[in-house]
């Protein structure tokens, strides 16, 4: 259960703000990098509170400091940032912004053969749908010191790509194990990083048994390009994706480049020209459109699925 901080609660503002997180998260029970939220009860003591999914890890924050992402290997912190980014790559695509991304709404659930962990991103109190949300009530809404892009900072509209801000430096803690905002007061934070613009340039990897002494130079780029100040210049999810993939396995193919070979080789041979429209039918069609959102996110498992189950061509 999630309650309210304050026993004998009155403040209706927070008991709505619960209510808020109910109803955006509980269609999200499918995504399997998404904290299940299963409904609300009215408890005598606390009020409103939230029946959610049962973690039994640590959230990313506390693993960063008590020592357990530092005995993990490398490979099991890419799994952790490859789920993590499948999480948020899943949120952007159903048109929320979680608003407020950090290791500490990231929990760990431990895998069932003991061995690493899967992460569940969780408190969706200041998310909100971005076709549907009031552009100055989110502007309300409250962040995080250092995890907040600049852009936010000076009262803009939080984004897709103020979230992209915030896991640029969640994925720079979690596979480097360096802690950025350490000692530092909320206004040193806001002065050297939202201000300034300054970014972390220790890329070596602190772990307990390394097989890696410096983060790969596309996981670098990429975590860079996500930080950017001006957030039309940051990384895309799938690029963030696609980079953990290529480093988890060099022979990773694009979800384009899966697709292209898939129309390409299927069609070379044909002696016929159709007109695009009429060469596929209707639910073709339809798993056409879902492969090219699913591009974006660089999802590959359902990319390939999809191109497996259907005989384009």
């Known amino acids: 259960l999630k309650c309210p901080r304050v026993p004998t609660l009155i403040d209706c503002d927070i008991e709505d703000a ?100 899967i992460p569940k991103i969780a408190d969706f109190g200041v998310s909100f749908l971005i076709q549907t949300a009031s552009a100055t009530a989110v502007q309300k809404l409250g962040g995080t010191v250092g995890y907040d892009a600049p852009e936010v900072a000076d009262g803009n509209t939080p984004s897709f790509q103020s979230d992209i801000y915030a896991l640029s430096f969640t994925l720079y803690e979690l596979l480097t194990v360096q802690h950025p905002f350490m000692g530092l007061k909320d206004t040193q934070i806001i002065t050297k990083y939202t201000i300034k613009g300054e970014r972390p340039k220790d890329w070596s990897i602190l772990a307990n048994n390394p097989t890696a002494n410096i983060l790969p130079g596309m996981l670098k780029d990429v975590i860079e390009k996500g930080w950017l100040p001006t957030s039309e210049d940051r990384a895309s999810i799938g690029e963030i994706i696609y980079a953990i993939r290529k480093t988890i396995s060099s022979d990773y193919k694009s979800c384009a480049r899966k697709l292209w070979e898939h129309f390409y080789y299927s069609n070379k041979n044909s002696s016929y020209q159709y007109d695009f429209i009429d060469k596929y039918n209707t639910f073709e069609l339809l798993a056409i459109q879902e492969i090219i959102k699913r591009l974006v996110i660089e999802d590959s498992e359902a990319v390939q699925l999809l191109l497996n189950n259907y005989a384009w061509g």
């Open 18 to 117: 619960i209510i808020h997180e109910i109803f955006l998260s509980r269609p999200l029970s499918h995504i399997p990098n998404v904290l299940i939220v299963y409904g609300g009860i009215r408890l005598p003591t606390y009020g409103m509170s939230i029946v959610m999914e049962f973690v039994d890890g640590p959230s990313l924050a506390k693993a960063l400091y008590d020592g357990t992402i530092l005995n993990l290997t490398f490979e099991e912190r890419l799994d952790i940032a490859l789920g993590v980014c499948k999480g948020l790559g899943e949120l952007h695509l159903a048109g929320i912004v979680h608003r407020d991304f950090k290791p500490a709404n990231v929990l760990l659930k431990k895998v069932s053969n003991g061995h690493g962990y």
